[in-house]
């Protein structure tokens, strides 16, 4: 079963850019992971699927501020031109065989 | 448009049981497979388990086999999470999710919040 590791939090100026991280455990370099975005007192929120070579798929809806990149167990989210609104919580997600697993989340702040 | 709506929130006492509900519209409901998330107060999400109502076959986590029951009824296009004994420690919001056209879980429902105090 796959480990999903991320930061507890990260901070950047509105209208700067911030990365995430999330690390997969040895092993499970290659798997395809998703991101979800949780503003407080909602509902998550899917964002993308990225895959280990770095291409990614954003859900309906989803600005292009949000992109992923990917290099070897790390996947990455950066949102730029950071917003009020993308003070959140974000957790990677990752599955095998019908089992999923998340990440701890890593909590954004605005500056 | 998909949409996963779950039923209202509801406080219990320890011992009482519970069954809370998630209706899908806008897609073919016995097709996707559905999960449930937890989330305890202040903490992460943590994944309890996923139905395909198509053919009912659920696979649970480890942490969570044995102390919910997930189930589904294609008729009426809703799953299940059920508990026949809760806990205070059951206190959580909990919220289906179903999986997108890959694997990922890819749309969420607004969530439940349960609450057990005696």
């Known amino acids: 079963q796959p480990v999903l590791t991320q930061s507890s939090s990260a901070s950047a100026s509105l209208g700067s850019s911030v990365k995430l991280t999330c690390t997969l455990s040895?092993?499970?370099?290659?798997?395809?992971i998703a991101w979800h975005q949780q503003q407080p007192g909602k509902a998550p929120r899917y964002l993308m699927k990225l895959e280990g070579s770095g291409s990614y798929n954003r859900g309906s809806g989803v600005p292009d501020r949000f992109s992923g990149s990917s290099s070897g167990a790390d996947r990455y989210l950066t949102i730029s031109n950071l917003q009020s609104e993308d003070e959140a919580d974000y957790y990677c997600e990752t599955w095998d065989s019908n089992t999923y697993v998340f990440g701890t989340g890593t909590k954004v702040s605005v500056l | 448009e998909v949409q996963l709506v779950q039923s209202g929130a509801e406080v219990k006492k320890p011992g009482e049981s519970l069954k809370i509900s998630c209706k899908g519209s806008g897609y073919s409901f016995t097709s996707y497979w559905i999960g449930w998330v937890r989330q305890m107060p202040g903490k992460g999400l943590e994944w309890m388990g996923i139905?395909?109502?198509?053919?009912?076959?659920?696979r649970y986590s480890p942490s969570f086999q044995g102390q919910v029951t997930i189930s589904a009824d294609k008729s009426i296009s809703t799953a299940y999470l059920q508990w026949s004994s809760l806990k205070a420690s059951d206190t959580a919001m909990y919220y289906c999710?179903?999986?997108?056209?890959?694997?990922?879980?890819?749309?969420w429902g607004q969530g439940t919040l349960v609450t057990v105090s005696s």
């Open positions: 999710a179903r999986r997108g056209d890959g694997y990922n879980l890819g749309y």
């Open positions: 040895s092993g499970h370099s290659s798997y395809i």
């Open positions: 139905i395909y109502p198509g053919d009912s076959d659920t």
